[in-house]
């Protein structure tokens, strides 16, 4: 080789000089790019504490959170946002009451049970349906499920929130479904060999081997899936009626927090006035809330990644 | 084991057959109820896309295409609404995909281990899970607002680029992931700066896996409501924006950035919203339009990782 060395071409300085002044350059640009979500965060944070905080000058932060009436559209203006809050987490339970039993079912069987050329064709399927556009399941819930939930209860509104919970629920499924299906496939083999030769059954091994072991990664499942079903907007926008009402019942048509947003937003509420004010107060309570379920659901799926 | 007589072990042999026997049946009834709720599930949502095929097929026609909204439904149409949803995709694609990317890249490739890293990385993962009516407040009171923009393409496109932006960057970098070290090696010792490797021989390689995080993200985004409905995208538009390609130089306007706009997913909001049966019906027109185009978008990005995956990337 060392008497070649006068035949090799070398990079002139100017070259390298170029290739390292835009080596630099690029670094530089990526990270700007990389940083781009801190700043959404930050932008996100910023708007929603400079508008509460304005908000909170007028209306008593005690109030805001344990106030029983909500009506800032109403000539006499009350800011309670429990009415809010009990609508939605009512729309929640009742989607989670289909999609946690459902999603769990269905994960342990394509995990466990379901020959892998059904799983090949099942995967692909529920990333479809996680594509299915929010303002759809919206139409359905308000123009299918509730009349045919009226025939079997006859004195149901044509707005309430158990409609709208159930189709969040089928909407949610696939989601749950997909992170606890991932969390049992994350379950080693062996164990799943070592139960077998101790006699279990396929339903045993999964039930007393592989649940447990995958016990963070489907807790992750639900929680993650709890969020979206609190954040989620069109559909209860659409099928829940704009009426805040303290409730609990399912039968009941009330606002919650994602709709009360859009009514509001797509009303003339005037920049400035406390009723716009409103909508960053809902906006930061409904951003706490599934911040914190986020941040839950991340801890778990990364503990569940830790252990195998 | 010692050895037993005759008769016992013929009578333990008749009590592992029969726990055996009830092991399996457990096994038969759960595999029929996991089957029996995945079917319930799939039919469900089945009999919910034929419902709105049944209602909307026979009034998408050429005229439903070409016709703007109107106070008759049978004169009423999306164009407005497919071109505003077109154009701002446009936008959306051209933020989210250099930003993601950059992104990813830079995650992947270039960040230290350090706590600046690690905040970009927990945040990325969070942004992902904030609901998008809170992009749609900070499109409302940032952009709108604090900068003074307006009910302009241009800031629908933008808070859907950043709402998308999560599932470009982990698309970004799970194919970065892929790619095995050695081409990282390989490219150094041929001399290739950290760029030159970068350009040269990961963004080609990942390029197919990039494209379909794209392609889940515009899909997620074509039809996303709520960020664009709060910063008042008119539900009543009956102009199209200023054509974005022009007869004089420099033959490209921008003119369509700033103009008032309606999307696909807010004209079947707003049909949804009115009490005739007429707009019902055109509501599921709209809905069945929006629901092939986004299943297309999934069903094409499946398919560019199901080939990815029989053609593992040989080059």
Redesign the interface.
Known sequence: MAENQADRVQPSAAFLRRRRRVGTIMHGVLLAAGSVSVFVTAGIVYILAKESLTFFQEVSIVEFLTGTRWTPLFASKNFGILPLLSATLTVTFVALAVAIPGGTLVAIYLSEFAPPRLREVIKPVLELLEGIPTVVYGYFALLFVTPLLQLVLPGLFGFNLLSPGLVMGIMILPYVTSVSEDAMRAVPQRLREGAYALGYNRFQTAVRVVMPGALSGITAAYVLGMSRAIGETMVVAIAAGQMAKLTFNPMDAAATIPAYIVQVAIGDVAHGTIEYQTIFAAGALLFVITLTFNVIGFVLRRRYREIY | MVATPHTPDRERDQGFTR?IRR??R??M???A???A??AM??L??LS?IV??AVQGASWVDWQFFTSFPSRKPEEAGIVSAWVGSTLVMVVTAFLAL??????G???EE??PQNWVTD??E??????A??????????A???FL??FGMGQWILVAGLVLA?LI??VV?VATRESLRAIPDSVREGAHAL?A????V?RLYLLPAARPGILTGLI?GM??A?????PV??I?AL?FIAFLPAAPIDGTFPYLNFEWLTSAFTVM?IQ??NW??RPQSGF?EL??AA?LV??VM??L???LA?YIR?RLRKAPSAE
Not at chain 2, 98 to 103: D, K, Q, R, T, Y
Not at chain 2, 222 to 226: K, L
């Open positions: 726990l092991a399996k457990q096994d009834i759960f595999l109820c996991g089957f709720v995945l599930a799939s469900t949502l919910l419902g709105l250099p930003l993601g990317v950059g992104a890249l830079y995650l270039y960040a905040i970009i927990i945040n990325t993962t969070n942004l899970g904030v609901p998008s009516i809170i992009y749609g407040l900070l409302l009171g940032l607002f604090t950043l932006l999560p960057i001399g700066d950290k760029w030159q970068v889940v899909s997620r074509i039809g996303e409501t709520a409905i709060t008042g539900t997913p079947m909001f949804i919203s019902h509501a599921a809905g929006l629901l986004t299943l978008m999934n069903g499946i199901y």
